[in-house]
């Protein structure tokens, strides 16, 4: 009886994500005929999820607010070029990679700003705060420390919670390639806390 519920669970969640992808495509179809208000619906359903994925990237709030800003605009001007048949929101996150990328470049020619360690995911267990914010400080300098495609596929597979093959699609490069640079990464983390300990 379990796995008969397990499997309608399965089902329902599938056809919600049916549902809610169909419905984007109308708001594409209206906001790509015209109509602002679907875009607007459209920035309120995905608003948060590209701040939240550029802060993660670029560290600062500022920075986040001005690269989201920048993808809703990016998003509205070629809206039309969006292929209807494949999901919204991967490309949606691949066009916040990419300002994320052109906002970090810009940034390391004016100033070189680091992240912040607010970017960083943090507990839910208030006694171990000072112990969690030293880790996201410890983790927020490892982080900075790597080449950006590997820091942008560990924070995209390992804080966005996306699957390997997610992330390929997004930044373009074969799973394994992904995998070879999230490897990577962790690598250099695991060595890097190695030495600090």
Known sequence: MEQAGAWWMVWRDAEAATRAEAEIVLLIERAVAGDHSAFEQ??????RRVL??????LGKLEDAQDASQEVFLRAFRFLHRFDRRRPFEPWLVRMTVNVCRDVGRKRMRDAGVALNPETLRSTSDPHSEFTSEQNRQMLHGLLR???E???TALVLRDLEGLSTAEVAGILGPSEVTVRSQISKARLKIRKAVERMK
Request: hydrophobic residues 45%; without cysteine.
């Open 42 to 47: 459209i920035l309120a359903r995905y608003e």
């Open 149 to 151: 495609k590997e820091r």
């Open 145 to 147: 420390g790597l080449p």
């Open 52 to 57: 939240t994925l550029a802060w993660r990237l």
